[in-house]
């Protein structure tokens, strides 16, 4: 009976007590190497599928304004041309606004991705803090550590520098689109009712201006509920003293 008896090692200390924890433990550094490739392997997925999506909507898109210039250059099929511009522009804008939305959710994707890597940088360091001189990247895992990232500068950006980064960004492009499409959209169901061009451009350009608005609205909403339930173990020194710890997701 006493050969059936298995011996299990005890585990070690739990190793959230900080660098003699870690360094105590030999399968630490193998541990946190294996999951900084899995979130490399995440980040990776999310950014290729963001730009998958992005170049499948502009297909459709520029495949449905060939099949109208087709419809235009019939003029057997001129008067129907705003029902067909219609059916083929809502179809686009359903396709973009759908694209969108995923863009915008590969990119939170992304960014908790390097909120993880930036708290294995963190217990890299705790391990050997002499490195900190060769990272290139922040430890911090709040949005000013993590933003950094992508590039971004330790000073706090104005609403206007935000607004015009975000438009040279994918989702920025997309929502420029979008909103073209639905101004053309607005503007050919005006002119399927019988008003004439000059008041159906008017009505498109201020319905594309208007969804424009509502698209940077809804971007920044979406940012903003990322930041309040973003989960923040590691702050930066510079902003660790005015900005809470956000919200673990549950």
Excluded: K
């Excluded at 585990?11 to 999951?35: K, N, Q, Y």
């Amino acid at each position: 009976m006493e050969n059936d008896i298995v011996h299990v090692e005890p585990a070690p200390a739990s190793l959230t007590g900080g660098a003699a924890h870690l360094a105590a433990d030999p399968r630490a550094v193998t541990i946190l190497s294996t999951e900084h490739w899995s979130l490399l392997t995440s980040r990776s997925l999310s950014y290729n599928e963001a730009f998958s999506r992005g170049q499948m909507f502009l297909t459709f898109l520029s495949a449905s304004l060939v099949a109208l210039g087709f419809v235009a250059g019939n003029a057997a099929a001129g008067a129907e041309l705003p029902f067909v511009a219609v059916a083929l522009l809502g179809l686009d804008l359903f396709i973009g606004l759908a694209t969108l939305g995923r863009l915008q959710r590969a990119g939170t994707e992304e960014f908790l991705a390097l909120q993880g890597m930036a708290r294995i940088r963190h217990a890299y360091l705790e391990l050997v803090p002499g490195l900190e001189p060769y990272f290139s990247t922040s430890r911090h895992d709040d949005i000013a550590g993590v933003m950094t990232a992508y590039g971004a500068s330790t000073a706090r950006p104005t609403a206007t520098q935000s607004i015009l980064h975000g438009f040279t960004t994918m989702p920025g492009m997309i929502a420029v689109v979008d909103a073209a499409v639905a101004g053309a959209l607005v503007a050919s169901i005006v002119l399927g009712i019988g008003m004439d061009g000059r008041s159906a451009l008017v009505v498109g350009v201020a319905a594309g201006l208007a969804a424009m608005a509502a698209l940077i609205a809804y971007s920044q909403r979406t940012f903003q509920a990322t930041n309040r339930e973003l989960d923040v173990r590691f702050p930066s020194p510079a902003v660790g003293a005015d900005q809470p710890p956000g919200r673990r997701n549950t």
